[in-house]
């Protein structure tokens, strides 16, 4: 089935774009990374995968998507830092739609000078079925289905739209992607960002990068397999004691979630020793955290990310 369905897909890509250039946002999250071989194999140079470090990345992101697509895959990769401008932008910002909106313009206008630079005609996104129906539904307002290509007046491509995640990961395991993509966790497209409740600031995303690093580590080492598994800093401190004395240090929320398609999702039994390694682990580790949640709602009435 989805050996057939990569040929057509090749077959659609090639036959659109012709002689013309192709963009695509690339995340190193299984969807555009997906999307981003696909077309590769289909038109192989006229593709530019474009990959913006917004400073919300997970640890050494950067590093794992340059050696993964440019290195071992051979993609057309443009990496832009951009790091200050989205910080930048997000001073002083605290509600969670504004963030979202920042991000998505900010994201636009980045990706809007290399295109023109390229002269591309077409973009390749890795939208997939959940993310259109609740960008119609305004779950997800910050998603990449808005404005882009009628800003960038690019014809847009989008071969994985009528797939879900667990069928998107059956494609690119048969496109040869290797295990660590296609069976990657969800990420949310603004990133940690919407992991800092409140204003986003470099230390603020410095602590819950490395607070989600744990999370992910002790998940994979306990041999779990959530839909999604990551770390929370919430806008509140909270009293501890360091040594002798009272400290007040922030507060982290783990999310640990099950779910086959995102659309709905539940609070994972995770075994109490996993849990207490994680919250361990964070307060040991990172030296701003004094105090580690674990979130068991469900979705819904909650969404899986926080913001």
């Known amino acids: 089935m989805w050996e057939s369905f990569i040929k057509e897909k090749i077959r659609e890509i090639r036959e659109t774009v012709g ?16 999307a981003a071989v696909l077309a590769h194999k289909a038109i192989g140079d006229k593709l530019y995968a474009v990959f913006v470090n917004t400073g919300f990345l997970r640890k050494g992101e950067p590093e794992f998507v340059i050696k993964t697509f440019r290195d071992e895959f051979g993609l ?7 790091q200050e401008r989205f910080f930048t932008a997000l001073k002083g910002v605290t509600d969670p739609e504004q963030k979202r909106k920042i991000i998505g313009k900010t994201f636009i206008d980045v990706f809007e000078e290399v295109a023109k630079e390229i002269d591309a005609e077409f973009l390749i996104q890795g939208t997939i079925a959940p993310d259109w129906i609740e960008s119609q539904g305004k779950i997800k307002s910050h998603h990449n289905v808005g404005g882009l290509p009628e800003r960038l007046n690019l014809k847009l491509i989008e071969p994985l739209r009528d797939l879900y995640k667990d069928e998107v990961r059956e494609v690119a395991k048969k496109l040869g992607l290797p295990e660590k993509i296609y069976n990657r966790m ?5 990133g940690l960002a919407v992991r800092v409740l409140g204003e986003v600031t470099p230390e603020k995303v410095a602590i819950v990068r490395e607070a989600n690093a744990i999370v992910e580590e002790e998940v994979e080492k306990a041999g779990l397999k959530p839909w999604q598994a990551f770390a929370v800093l919430l806008n509140v401190k909270t009293v501890g004691v360091q040594g002798d004395i009272r400290a007040y240090k922030e507060t982290i929320a783990v999310r640990i979630v099950e779910s086959l398609d995102g659309m709905t999702a539940n609070a994972m039994n995770v075994p109490w020793e996993v ?7 964070i307060t040991s580790e990172i030296p701003q955290v004094g105090r580690v949640l674990y979130d068991i709602t469900n979705k819904p009435p909650a969404t899986i990310e926080f913001e």
Do not use: E
Not at 19 to 34: C, F, H, Q, R, W
Not at 76 to 82: E, K, M, S, T
Not at 186 to 190: I, W
């Open 19 to 34: 002689n013309g250039k192709a963009i695509i946002a690339l995340s190193g999250g299984v969807d555009s990374s997906t």
């Open 76 to 82: 057309n990769l443009i990496y832009v830092d951009a």
């Open 186 to 190: 969800p990420f949310p497209g603004p």
């Open 275 to 281: 849990l207490q390694r994680i919250a361990f682990r």
